[in-house]
């Protein structure tokens, strides 16, 4: 169960963080009733209904934000539905970095050996020139190209 506790309105002290937690838009029981009429959990015994995950993730989110922390902690699964959809987009998620790390290290293993001396030319003759490439690797082979071009071109030029 939570710890928190009742606090007369009238009688009592209330200082400026205790006043801010139970603000309207912020703290308050409004917000933390809507979320037992969503989970379907209004109606249990008091020590059910603030023992619930709902009641817990709840309390969390509102310490953290008391504390001026950042609260990233989705709120609980309700169904077996919601849990299916939440697995399958973080699967989802997961694969495509996944994809994109494997193909990122594809054209690094196919740049090394593109640019090596010892498997460079067999490995243009396999996978054909990177005329479309824009990586540094391929920029910097381009270059040394087009610069041997122009020397070659510079020596015809010369009687």
Known sequence: MLHSYPKAIV???WDDFQLFSVAEGFGGNKPLYQL???YEVE???LSKKYSHKIAVWYHKRHQSLMNGKKFGESKPIKTWKEALTR???AALGAAYKVEKKALATTEEVDHSLFKSSRFGNFWK???GPKENCDCENCRDRKKTQDLAM???EQEEEEP
């Open 11 to 13: 009688g009592e002290h």
């Open 36 to 38: 037992f009429k969503e």
């Open 43 to 45: 109606n249990f015994e």
């Open 87 to 89: 697995t399958k987009t």
């Open 125 to 127: 003759k396999i996978t």
């Open 150 to 152: 122009r020397e070659k």
